[in-house]
T-cell receptor, first 113, second 115 residues
Framework: EAQVTQNPRYLITVTGKKLTVTCSQN?????MSWYRQDPGLGLRQIYY???????DKGDVPEGYKVSRKEKRNFPLILESPSPNQTSLYFC????????????FGNGTRLTVT | DQQVKQNSPSLSVQEGRISILNCDYT??????FLWYKKYPAEGPTFLIS?????DKNEDGRFTVFLNKSAKHLSLHIVPSQPGDSAVYFC??????????????FGTGTQLKVEL
């Protein structure tokens, strides 16, 4: 089954404790992206990657890191999480650059206390 | 600066009637528009899209209309069904000219279809 898989689905952590949210897609998509969803703000892009070893900032990149060492994986790293990073995170992928719909994972609910 | 706006946070419609969800945008470089549907505890799923060279696109019960001069698009669902109850996100992209396949999302409209 074609899908984007995120782990974990739920995560509660404390301020400053490094964490990684994994994302994997099995559709051989070139493009991958991370979004966060917050009430009243919709979905905002954090980082994106157009291909292996190519990443760039989205609208809200502060406090996040990403890497794209393999085509299928695009982990989101929070080196020192803070409470304002409490949010619902979505990983997404699409086939190519340009007008191609994104396929989303089921989300990761992160709480930072 | 919210470039894509969905001014109605919620909408309630009776089963069988038409649902109309609206979206406005400000960036004239946007040339590709999409609607996504989101159920609780799931990621958004692609519903329908329209390119700026068209003013209408239809897929079954779902039709998207684009008015470029007004920078406005709408999603019509006819007839509405209880399973359509979800949050609907409008999204826009500048496509190749914008680079990066970046989608800019609206804040979403919660649709409730009542029996």
């Amino acid at each position: 089954e074609a899908q984007v898989t995120q782990n974990p689905r739920y995560l509660i952590t404390v301020t400053g404790k490094k964490l990684t949210v994994t994302c994997s897609q099995n559709m051989n998509h070139e493009y991958m992206s991370w979004y966060r969803q917050d009430p009243g703000l919709g979905l905002r892009q954090i980082y994106y990657s157009m291909n292996v070893e190519v990443t760039d900032k989205g609208d809200v990149p502060e406090g996040y890191k990403v890497s794209r060492k393999e085509k299928r994986n695009f982990p989101l790293i929070l080196e020192s999480p803070s409470p304002n990073q409490t949010s619902l995170y979505f990983c997404a992928s699409s086939l190519y650059l340009g007008n191609s719909p994104l396929h989303f994972g089921n989300g990761t609910r992160l709480t930072v206390t | 600066d919210q470039q894509v706006k969905q001014n109605s946070p919620s909408l309630s419609v009776q089963e069988g009637r038409i649902s109309i969800l609206n979206c406005d945008y400000t960036n004239s470089m946007f040339d590709y528009f999409l609607w996504y549907k989101k159920y609780p505890a799931e990621g958004p799923t692609f519903l329908i899209s329209i390119s700026s060279i068209k003013d209408k696109n239809e897929d079954g019960r779902f039709t998207v209309f684009l008015n470029k001069s007004a920078k406005h698009l709408s999603l019509h669902i006819v007839p509405s069904q209880p399973g359509d109850s979800a949050v609907y996100f409008c999204a826009a992209s500048a496509g190749l000219t914008g680079g990066g396949n970046k989608l800019t999302f609206g804040t979403g409209t919660q649709l409730k279809v009542e029996l």
